[in-house]
């Protein structure tokens, strides 16, 4: 597509739930990032995808977070049993790694566990 | 392990205005830099990089940084401010070798230009 595409932008859940996040990247990306962005805690670095594989997951706060990537595009972010401090804008960015260092970033989905 | 600072979470200028906003960094290997500019409700967008060529890097919309290896700093400056400026924009840091894949983020500085 012509740019990194998030659903939902919004999504309001309950404290306990378990919630899905979407990213489709740019056609042909090969590297897929996760960031969470948060007032407290500003724009933190979640988990890396090149192709299909995660060699750096090292940001994941806890294993209630998991994520995958399917034929090379697609991720979905998944919190398991949301807590309030999961509230944040959860970010994709996807990028070419063949070419020069630039990650182009969708424009998020805004979580609210209440 | 790499870090960012960037001094002021608030900046206010006036229209036409020199803008000036401050990032220094820590890096135990040669780094990657990077502006980003966030405008309400949206995602990031890339500015200007720096990648170890050129150390005076140009960007979209007039900006432009500097890379000062001495200083540890790559303030980012527009000579005139305009209107449409106004957002949050982000330094971030890299790795320049291997794990150049991680971008580590100031905690953002808010730009307000009052007309």
């Known amino acids: 597509g012509a740019g990194v595409s998030q659903s939902p932008s919004n999504k309001v859940t309950e404290k306990g739930k378990d919630v899905e996040l979407r990213c489709d990247p740019i056609s042909g990306h090969t590297a897929l990032y996760w960031y969470r962005q948060s007032l407290g805690q500003g724009l933190e670095f979640l988990i890396y995808f090149q192709g299909n594989s995660a060699p750096d997951k090292s940001g994941l706060p806890s294993d209630r977070f998991s994520a995958e990537r399917t034929g090379g595009s697609v991720s979905t972010l998944t919190i398991q049993r949301t807590q309030q401090e999961d509230s944040a804008v959860y970010l994709c960015a996807s990028e070419d790694r063949g070419v020069v260092t630039e990650a182009f970033f969708g424009q998020g989905t805004r979580l609210t566990v209440v | 392990a790499q870090s960012v600072t960037q001094l002021g979470s608030h900046v206010s200028v006036s229209e036409g205005a020199l803008v000036l906003l401050r990032c220094n960094y820590s890096s135990s290997v040669p780094p990657y830099l990077f502006w980003y500019v966030q405008y309400p409700n949206q995602g990031l967008q890339l500015l200007l990089k720096y990648t170890s060529a050129a150390t005076l890097v140009k960007g979209i919309n007039g900006f ?12 980012l400056t527009k000579p005139s401010a305009h209107m449409r400026d106004a957002a949050e924009y982000f330094c971030a840091v890299s790795d320049g070798g291997g794990s150049n894949y991680k971008l580590t983020f100031g905690k953002g500085t808010l730009l307000t230009v009052n007309p």
């Open chain 2, 64 to 75: 432009e940084a500097e890379f000062k290896k001495s200083e540890t700093s790559f303030h």
